[in-house]
Structures are given as structure tokens and as C-alpha cells.
T-cell receptor
Framework: QQQVKQSPQSLIVQKGGISIINCAYE??????FPWYQQFPGKGPALLIA?????SEKKEGRFTISFNKSAKQFSLHIMDSQPGDSATYFC?????????????FGTGTRLTVIP | EAQVTQNPRYLITVTGKKLTVTCSQN?????MSWYRQDPGLGLRQIYY???????DKGDVPEGYKVSRKEKRNFPLILESPSPNQTSLYFC????????????FGDGTRLSIL
């Protein structure tokens, strides 16, 4: 059972456009929502993360929007660049387990066309 | 340089032949974890460890073993590999406190024939 649902599976965006990836969860115990970026042949790397006490977090061209009541969060990549072409994973974790376990979405393969 | 190192990076083997994938980190992290990545399924946790001699099952532990005898090492053991264990495997480490960034190795691609 997938605890974090992610869409779309793949995304093609023109250079300069906005890339949007969406995730949803059911477990209200989740209290930390990171996004990981993975390039071919490499492991995932933390891109940006948000806690549920804020509705938005921005770091450069990357923004997480968080809707606690809908149990949804999304990643927006503004002014998308070919170098952003990668696979993006949303994830969630909960403090109450005491372990830094992440539950990942199924991933979105982003291609930015020059 | 802070890193998580996995070996081997690629391995083709046959059903039933025991294999070990090693993982080592140089960041003095307490927490280490193994994931497998399959198309359409994302990353699924196999086993994790909160500290030396402390390990626990993740979501898909069947057919795998781990050990944590030293803080820096967390090997993944397949005692009798089967074709359904063909996958891309990642080791990760972090500080024990929850919600810390996990640092991933570059992956091990296993093919079990």
C-alpha cells in the first residue's frame, strides 16, 4: 500500500516553464515532507522540505505548497531549466516512530526541453 | 568528503548464490537504511538501523538480512537471491533525530538470473 501517492509519472516542460508535481497522503501522523531529486546513475538528494505548520516554502526556483486540510503537497519549479531534468520523489515521515524512516512516492520523471 | 559508498555498483549473478552488498558512511551517522527502487514503485525501505546492533524491518524485508556491527558499515545480505530481487538498491544514512536529511549512495544494480 502506497502511503504517499505522487503524480504525474512523467512530465515534459519547455525551458522557462513551470513544472508542477503533486503528492497526497492519508496518514495524519506525517509531520515532515521532503522532496528528493535524483539524476541518472546517482542516489536521491534532498532538494527542499516542509513541515505542516507552514503552507509554503521557497528556495530559489523551487517552492513547496502544502495543504494540510486536503492532505496534499506539491513541488513547483519556476523557470524550469534543462539541468532540472531528473526524477523527483516526494516523501513523508513522522516523528512519533522515533526513526528517520521515509515513505516515498513513486517518482516523477521530469524532462525540460531546451 | 562526506559520502555513502556502496559496493559493488553492478552485479549479475544467479539464483541461490549468496551475495553481500556493502555500505559505508563517513559522517558518523547513527541511522542507516536500505531501499530498493523499482519502476512505478518508487523507493521502498528494506531494513533500517538506529545504531550499532540495532536493526529493524522496513516495508519489504523478505529475502534480505542486514547487520550493524560497526557504526560506519551496514551490509545488505541476500542469502538465496531470486529473480524478483533484481532491482536498484540504495543505502542511506542520517543523524538519528527524525526529519534529518538522508544521504544516499549512488546505488547498486543487481540482476538475478
Amino acid at each position: 500500500q502506497q502511503q504517499v501517492k505522487q503524480s504525474p509519472q512523467s512530465l515534459i516542460v519547455q525551458k522557462g516553464g513551470i513544472s508542477i508535481i503533486n503528492c497526497a497522503y492519508e496518514n495524519t501522523a506525517f509531520d515532515y515532507f521532503p522532496w528528493y531529486q535524483q539524476f541518472p546513475g546517482k542516489g536521491p538528494a534532498l532538494l527542499i522540505a516542509i513541515r505542516p505548520d507552514v503552507s509554503e516554502k521557497k528556495e530559489g526556483r523551487f517552492t513547496i505548497s502544502f495543504n494540510k486540510s486536503a492532505k496534499q503537497f506539491s513541488l513547483h519549479i519556476m523557470d524550469s531549466q534543462p539541468g532540472d531534468s531528473a526524477t523527483y520523489f516526494c516523501a513523508a515521515s513522522m516523528r512519533k516512530t522515533g526513526a528517520n524512516n521515509l515513505f516515498f512516492g513513486t517518482g516523477t520523471r521530469l524532462t525540460v526541453i531546451p | 568528503e562526506a559520502q555513502v559508498t556502496q559496493n559493488p555498483r553492478y552485479l549479475i549473478t544467479v539464483t541461490g548464490k549468496k551475495l553481500t552488498v556493502t555500505c559505508s558512511q563517513n559522517m558518523n551517522h547513527e541511522y542507516m537504511s536500505w531501499y530498493r527502487q523499482d519502476p512505478g514503485l518508487g523507493l521502498r525501505q528494506i531494513y533500517y538501523s538506529m545504531n550499532v546492533e540495532v536493526t529493524d524491518k522496513g516495508d519489504v524485508p523478505e529475502g534480505y538480512k542486514v547487520s550493524r556491527k560497526e557504526k560506519r558499515n551496514f551490509p545488505l545480505i541476500l542469502e538465496s537471491p531470486s529473480p524478483n530481487q533484481t532491482s536498484l538498491y540504495f543505502c542511506a544514512s542520517s543523524y538519528r533525530v527524525t526529519n534529518q536529511p538522508q544521504h544516499f549512495g549512488d546505488g547498486t544494480r543487481l540482476s538475478i538470473l
